[in-house]
């Protein structure tokens, strides 16, 4: 949240200058407060896993948050119920004609394969087009974030010889951009993948910056420059003990998997991993909720027509 001070208070021009959020006292007066409305399209086949990771980290604001849960309605589940799915989501269809101030798009175990032969493709690229003009932000994790970049910049993913998969330290490109604000200069984050967005795919493109990577793990964090859509290629929603359960997983089924990288003490299966980003993953969904759909999202959600004259 943002501090609010008088309007001439000398610590405002400093605090600027560091980029804390200072709100002046004229423009708080403006400020009306209600719910946001945010959808989690929830691609993953463990489903509450995910979910709880998810509403853990946007439960941990001072903004109240009414959540929908979207699944995709091309796709039959193997793992999860109908019932379930009945009970607890909704489908594209039934919100495609209410606007939304947040979505996030969770990962998905198919990036071994073309994205066309994903059998809710169809379906992901129609909500990929109406997130440009229903939502204020858009958070990808994952395969989301190579679907979303694909689809959205023609970035292309590449299949990597060793799994990349273990907790990496990164680095900021640009401290100054409000997604980091608080993160330190080397910061921990999970990643589990077989596939990669590369940096000179991206470089080149003018609506988007690269605005955190890790020198084993990639590209991390790539955002549009007006923060409208957001990539992120690792996962600080994971819980402690999530890539274990993964490793386990593989192992167990007799997979060739190499031990997860910096995550277990002495690389020592048998020894409990400790999680070195919970800060770090609270911090950047703390920030994305308020820089990039708070305090971006009209008060009057259906406003949204004047301002995205596209619709
Ligand atoms: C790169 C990232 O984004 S990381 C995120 C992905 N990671 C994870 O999901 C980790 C947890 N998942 C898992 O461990 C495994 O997928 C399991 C154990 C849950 C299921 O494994 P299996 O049943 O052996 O795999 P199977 O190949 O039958 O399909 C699993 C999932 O793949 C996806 N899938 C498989 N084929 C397709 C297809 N053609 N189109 C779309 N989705 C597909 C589905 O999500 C499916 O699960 P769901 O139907 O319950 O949603
Ligand atoms: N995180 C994924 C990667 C494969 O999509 C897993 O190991 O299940």
């Not at 994903?118 to 229903?134: A, C, G, P």
């Not at 998969?165 to 640009?174: A, D, K, L, P």
């Not at 470089?203 to 964090?221: H, K, P, Q, T, W």
């Amino acid at each position: 949240m943002p501090i609010k001070i008088p309007d001439l208070l000398p610590a405002k021009e400093i605090l600027n200058g560091e980029n804390i959020f200072v709100m002046d006292e004229s423009l708080a007066y403006q400020q009306d407060i209600r719910p946001l409305k945010i959808a989690i399209l929830n691609l993953m086949p463990t489903k509450e896993t995910t979910e709880t990771q998810l509403l853990r980290l946007l439960g941990n604001s001072p903004l109240q948050v009414d959540i929908v849960l979207l699944h995709p309605s091309t796709h039959v589940s193997k793992n999860t119920s109908e019932e379930y799915l009945r009970t607890f989501y909704k489908t594209f269809e039934e919100v495609k004609n209410s606007r939304f101030d947040g979505l996030i798009i969770t990962g998905a175990p198919v990036e071994k394969m073309e994205f066309e032969d994903v059998n809710y493709w169809d379906e992901l690229l129609e909500i990929f087009d109406w997130s440009k003009t229903h939502v204020t932000s858009t958070l990808h994790i994952c395969w989301a974030s190579q679907a979303g970049l694909y689809y959205h910049f023609g970035v292309p993913k590449w299949d990597v010889d060793e799994k990349i998969f273990g907790v990496f330290e990164h680095t900021i490109n640009q401290p100054k951009v409000k997604l980091l604000r608080g993160f330190d200069e080397l910061f921990h984050v999970p990643h589990s993948r077989h596939t990669e967005v590369r940096r000179e795919d991206i470089e080149g493109i003018d609506e988007l910056e690269i605005l955190s990577e890790s020198e084993e793990a990639g590209v991390y964090l790539v955002a549009t420059k007006d923060g409208k859509q957001i990539f992120v290629t690792g996962h600080s929603e994971y819980d402690p003990l999530s890539l274990k359960w993964e490793y386990d997983r593989d192992i167990n089924k007799g997979l060739d998997i190499e031990i997860p990288r910096h995550y277990y003490p002495n690389d020592d299966p048998n020894k409990v991993p400790p999680a070195r980003w919970r800060a770090h993953a609270s911090l950047l969904f703390a920030n994305w909720l308020n820089y990039y759909v708070y305090q971006e999202t009209p008060y009057d959600i259906e406003e949204t027509k004047e301002i995205w004259p596209q619709i």
